[in-house]
Nanobody, 126 residues
Framework: QVHLVESGGGLVQAGGSLRLSCTAS????????LGWFRQAPGKEREIVAA????????YYEDSVKGRFTISRDNAKNTLYLQMNSLKPEDTAVYYC???????????????????WGQGTQVTVSS
């Protein structure tokens, strides 16, 4: 069992930055691909970024490319999402998730993930 806890959300003005963190307990992040998803009111949950378990492969949804950076520190069992140049349309609840995968692959579909955090709210004001 992997228990995930996100932190770092909040209210920020457009153009600002936030860094989300996701810390695991119960088991290590070893052999897990990790991802950040978000869900805005009235919309489906969508992938934002994903990273393979060693970290050599990453994926970004088109709207966040060049603005967001996903990274992980396996020694600290922590996943990060650095979000720069935030826009009002980035407003959502952000979730981290873990998918068992000993290969160096990332995963972009929510059904591929085994464990989820409770979410952290990100609100970007215009």
């Amino acid at each position: 069992q992997v228990h995930l806890v996100e932190s770092g959300g909040g209210l920020v003005q457009a153009g600002g930055s936030l860094r989300l963190s996701c810390t695991a307990s119960g088991r290590t992040f070893s052999n897990y691909g990790l991802g950040w998803f978000r869900q805005a009111p009235g919309k489906e949950r969508e992938i934002v970024a994903a990273i393979s378990w060693i970290g050599s492969n990453t994926y970004y949804e088109d709207s966040v490319k060049g603005r967001f950076t996903i990274s992980r520190d396996n020694a600290k069992n922590t996943l990060y999402l650095q979000m720069n140049s935030l826009k009002p349309e980035d407003t959502a609840v952000y979730y981290c998730a873990a998918a068992w995968d000993p290969g160096e692959y990332f995963h972009t579909n929510s059904y591929e993930y085994d464990y989820w955090g409770q979410g952290t709210q990100v609100t970007v004001s215009s």
